[in-house]
């Protein structure tokens, strides 16, 4: 598969959230307490990513 979410616990036992594409890690979310909280995290760019504005403050 080309691309992918991963769950993953960090060094402070918090768990994140990374989308890889090709392997690559494009993003991760900030650490949620539960992982519960991470894939609500996930849900929710699924839900609403797609829809989301491109802000250009470049």
């Given at each position: 598969m080309a691309h992918k979410f991963e769950i993953?616990?960090?060094k402070a036992g918090e768990f994140r959230v990374?989308?890889?594409y090709n392997s690559e890690i494009m993003f991760?979310?900030?650490g949620?307490?539960?992982k519960a909280s991470a894939q609500n995290a996930i849900d929710s760019i699924k839900?609403?990513?797609p829809d989301a504005p491109v802000?250009?403050?470049s």
């Amino acid at each position: 598969m080309a691309h992918k979410f991963e769950i993953y616990k960090d060094k402070a036992g918090e768990f994140r959230v990374r989308f890889k594409y090709n392997s690559e890690i494009m993003f991760s979310t900030e650490g949620y307490s539960s992982k519960a909280s991470a894939q609500n995290a996930i849900d929710s760019i699924k839900s609403n990513g797609p829809d989301a504005p491109v802000e250009d403050n470049s």
